[in-house]
C-alpha cells in the first residue's frame, strides 16, 4: 500500500512570492492535514481538510490557506512569502472523520524562502 | 507556561541500555497520548499511543501516561542502533487538534 505522498521535495522562493505544496493521502483516507515544522519549533498545526471542507485551522495568517480535491489529495498553498515560513511543510492523512489521533505522514516538502 | 514540554536532548545511550523519554503537559483535557519516531529526512511515524492513562506495551516499546502528574515517558527496551531518531510526543482532546512536543533527538552508540 502507498504512503501518503508530497510533492515536490523541495521548494525554493525569493520573499513575496507564492508557493503551491501537494500531497496525495493513502488511498481510502479521506482526512488530510498539514503541518509546519520550523527549526527550533517543532510540528505545528497548520490546516485539516475532511472530505473537501476545512473543519480547522491552526494559529497561522490568512495567507495560508489550502483545499482539498474530489479525490481526497490536497495543496497549500502560501501567499506573499516570508523568510520565516522556511520550514518543512508535512501532510498527514487519516481514515476516520473527526480529529483523528493515528495520522500517517508523508516525508515532507522543504520550503526555502530567500 | 507551554501545553508540552520536551526536552530537545541529544539524548546518548550505549547500545543495550533502556531508554527512558518523557514529557510534561498543562492541559489536563487531553485524553489521547501518541508517541512518533522521526528519522532524518523523513516525515513522522506513529509508534504506539494511549487512551487516558496507564500502560501500553509493544515489544520493546512501553507507554506510560500519568494525568495526575501529567507527565508521559516512552521506554525503549534493548536498544538498536536502528532506533537512533526524533522521538516526538502529541497529545490530543480528541476533537481538537493534536499538540506535538519539539521532539527529543535520541543517539544509540554502538
Known amino acids: 500500500e502507498a504512503g501518503v505522498t508530497q510533492s515536490p521535495t523541495h521548494l525554493i522562493k525569493t520573499r513575496g512570492q507564492q508557493a503551491t505544496l501537494r500531497c496525495s493521502p493513502i488511498?481510502?483516507?479521506?482526512?488530510v492535514y498539514w503541518y509546519q515544522q520550523a527549526l527550533g519549533l517543532g510540528l505545528q498545526f497548520l490546516l485539516w481538510y475532511d472530505e473537501g471542507e476545512e473543519r480547522n485551522r491552526g494559529n497561522f495568517p490568512p495567507r495560508f490557506s489550502g483545499r482539498q480535491f474530489p479525490n481526497y489529495s490536497s495543496e497549500l498553498n502560501v501567499n506573499a512569502l516570508e523568510l520565516e515560513d522556511s520550514a518543512l511543510y508535512l501532510c498527514a492523512s487519516s481514515l476516520e472523520g473527526g480529529m483523528s489521533y493515528e495520522q500517517y505522514f508523508g516525508p515532507g516538502t522543504r520550503l526555502t524562502v530567500t | 507556561q507551554k501545553e508540552v514540554e520536551q526536552d530537545p536532548g541529544p539524548l546518548s545511550v550505549p547500545e543495550g541500555a533502556i531508554v527512558s523519554l518523557n514529557c510534561t503537559y498543562s492541559?489536563?483535557?487531553?485524553?489521547?497520548f501518541m508517541w512518533y519516531r522521526q528519522y532524518s529526512r523523513k516525515g513522522p511515524e506513529l509508534l504506539m499511543y494511549?487512551?487516558?492513562?496507564g500502560n501500553k506495551e509493544d515489544g520493546r516499546f512501553t507507554a506510560q501516561v500519568d494525568k495526575s502528574s501529567k507527565y508521559i515517558s516512552l521506554f525503549i527496551r534493548d536498544s538498536q542502533p536502528s532506533d537512533s531518531a526524533t522521538y516526538l510526543c502529541?497529545?490530543?482532546?480528541?476533537?481538537?487538534?493534536?499538540?506535538f512536543g519539539k521532539g527529543t533527538r535520541l543517539h544509540i552508540l554502538p
Open positions: 488511498s481510502g483516507h479521506t482526512s
Open positions: 502529541a497529545m490530543s482532546n480528541r476533537d481538537d487538534k493534536i499538540i
Open positions: 492541559n489536563s483535557a487531553f485524553q489521547y
Open positions: 494511549t487512551y487516558s492513562s
